[in-house]
């Protein structure tokens, strides 16, 4: 059988996908000025591009398969189309079953076994969801972590040197937190 349309555009767009395939972390700090290298805001730079690259990746994933999906639908239409103008009557629901629900080209299946199949559909959003719950309580308390690392602004505590850089790093991590947040959620 040959290979899918979300087959091949997963191999050409994804594969190698990661930072750490690209670039890792000593060669990026190697493009950094010697002094800084040290720094450990350039692991911090690093992490925040990985995850940057991490939510790209997956969003490409996701319209992978919806894009599968489109495709799918065009090429039913197209069938039915065809069979139409050869005279055939088309069952709908037939095609429904058939088709749409298990890709063009493939046996027609019985009731019990799309029962089955959509109990293990289901079991896999409810581990979607869960895993999303848990994302989200995740970025929930790294936000906390990082409003509490700028809480010493309010009461006083100031460190002293590099406050100047810490605040803005600070900042600049929970503006980009909720940007992503933001994004994700659209």
């Known amino acids: 059988m040959p290979p899918s349309e979300a087959t091949i555009l997963s191999s050409f767009l994804l594969s190698k996908s990661s930072l750490q395939d690209v670039v890792t972390l000593q060669q990026f700090t190697q493009f950094f000025p010697q002094t800084k290298r040290n720094s450990p805001l350039i692991k911090h730079i690093y992490n925040n591009i990985r995850q940057r690259r991490t939510h790209t990746t997956d969003q490409i994933r996701k ?4 894009e599968a999906k489109v495709g799918t639908k065009r090429l039913l239409a197209a069938r039915r189309k065809a069979e139409k103008s050869r005279g055939k009557d088309v069952d709908r629901d037939e095609v429904m079953v058939g088709d749409e629900l298990y890709a063009a080209g493939q046996k027609q299946v019985d009731l019990r076994e799309i029962v089955a199949r959509m109990e293990v ?15 989200t309580d995740r970025i929930l308390e790294e936000m906390k972590d990082i ?5 010493d602004l309010r009461y006083g505590k100031l460190p002293g040197e590099g406050l100047e850089d810490d605040l803005v790093a600070g900042l600049k991590a929970l503006t980009d937190l909720c940007e992503r947040t933001m994004t994700t959620k659209r």
Request: aromatic content about 0%.
């Open 63 to 66: 319209n992978i398969q919806v």
């Open 121 to 135: 559909a289901e079991d896999l959003l409810k581990t979607e969801l869960e895993e999303l719950h848990e994302e």
């Open 147 to 151: 409003a509490g690392g700028l809480s």
